[in-house]
């Protein structure tokens, strides 16, 4: 099975913007529907955005939608959330995610990288 490893995540200031990688490795990263949530303190764990297999179709949460932009590069076996105009209440523990099936729950996941948007 797949193994994530998230990078990417830091201190920044509002209006600023951040790019996390999610690498993959141990199987087939392609086989794999990949997604990002975050977990702010205090509160439960969202969905912050989700990519198919090839890449062709992409889901946001409506709280990041126009903000941020996920990818990814099967070639690379790494999966990627650009997140631009970032707000202090994007401030939160990111974590990739992947599932072998087209709907359901999520298989694996990440240990999580902070993200902190300062005002």
């Known amino acids: 099975q797949v193994q994530l490893v998230e990078s990417g995540g830091g201190l920044v200031q509002a209006g600023g913007s951040m790019r996390l990688s999610c690498a993959a490795s141990?199987?087939?990263?392609?086989?794999?529907?990949m997604g990002w949530f975050r977990q702010a303190p205090g509160k439960e764990r969202e969905f912050v955005s989700a990519?198919?297999?090839?890449?062709?179709?992409?889901y946001y949460a409506n709280s990041v939608k126009g903000r941020f932009t996920i990818s990814r590069d099967n070639a690379k076996n790494t999966l990627y959330l650009q997140m631009n105009s970032l707000k202090p209440e994007d401030t939160a523990v990111y974590s990739c995610?992947?599932?072998?099936?087209?709907?359901?729950?999520?298989?694996?996941w990440g240990q999580g990288t902070q993200v902190t948007v300062s005002s």
């Open positions: 141990g199987s087939t990263f392609s086989s794999y529907v």
């Open positions: 995610a992947a599932r072998l099936g087209p709907v359901g729950e999520y298989d694996l």
């Open positions: 990519i198919n297999r090839s890449g062709g179709t992409t």
